[in-house]
């Protein structure tokens, strides 16, 4: 009987870098880092959640190709006691719980070693800044971004004093934690980086981007259900088209967002 025969060991594909972290090496998933690569890192009980949507169709393709990168964090690794645990009871009391200091503290410092540059550190909140247009061109600018998703009550109002951390909120209502509205973060974001649309005027002409809603669109066939595309559309007269893009945005805005048309008229009369 012959000796099976050995298989040689996998090669290493690149070095490893080794950072000081506070948790165990085997709860650890290495994650390579890509120098000058966008980052979204995200701290949450639910890792598992992600990518979620964010693997699927271009934010999903740009996340293989290296455009951007995605690295999670989970809260419970972090837990104090045999059972982990990571929340408390509301100082004063009250209904719900609160994720403690301690171990956000140390899921903090944990995630954000190694990072540089202009990396801001972002809480979803309902009481935070509401998301816009602008706020994910600057987070598009930035080398990345660390997101922490709360659950229960919320979180210890000291961690955000300490870290200063902005609050950021998807709109004003409430859910049953952050990790959706990371998502939207992250993906209005990630659509922004180079290369990711392959389209940059994709990106210039959609609302919001000039301050107004965009114009509407029409596709084919040119008569559907007796609806017709308007004719300025099929003209071929670019300027017209332009001229009409440009009419539609502004009456639609001004009739369904009166603050996005003040906003833009202020800024349109201090520019002229």
């Known amino acids: 009987m012959t000796a099976p025969k050995k298989t040689a060991p996998n090669k290493s594909h690149g070095r490893k870098a080794i950072r000081p972290t506070l948790k165990p090496r085997e709860l650890m998933t290495p994650t390579p880092d890509l120098v000058g690569v966008w980052k979204a890192k995200v701290m949450t009980l ?86 816009d247009q602008t706020m994910m061109q600057n987070l598009a600018r930035c080398d990345g971004v660390t997101l922490l998703c709360g659950r229960f009550e919320g979180v210890d109002e000291r961690v955000l004093e300490h870290y200063g951390i902005m609050e950021v909120s998807l709109g004003d209502f409430v859910m049953t934690g952050g990790e959706l509205a990371a998502q939207a973060l992250i993906d209005a974001t990630v659509r922004l980086l180079p290369g990711v649309l392959g389209n940059q005027a994709s990106t ?6 000039s301050g107004l809603l965009e114009h509407p669109q029409y596709t084919r066939p040119a008569e559907w259900k007796g609806r017709t595309i308007p004719d300025v559309l099929m003209s071929g007269h670019h300027g017209n088209v332009e001229k009409w893009r440009r009419e539609m945005s502004e009456k639609i805005t001004q009739e369904r967002r009166p603050d996005l048309w003040d906003a833009y008229k202020d800024n349109d009369d201090t520019q002229t």
């Open 46 to 131: 639910f890792p598992t959640a992600f990518p979620g949507v964010l693997g699927e169709s271009l934010t999903g393709k740009a996340l293989q190709q290296g455009l951007w990168q995605l690295e999670t964090t989970d809260l419970r690794e972090f837990g104090v006691g045999k059972h982990r645990n990571v929340d408390d009871t509301p100082a004063g009391g009250g209904a719900g719980m609160v994720l403690r200091p301690d171990v956000l503290g140390n899921a903090i410092e944990h995630t954000m070693a190694g990072t540089s540059g202009n990396w801001p550190l972002i809480y979803l909140s309902p009481r935070g800044r509401r998301m």
């Open 204 to 209: 210039e002409e959609e609302s919001f981007s």
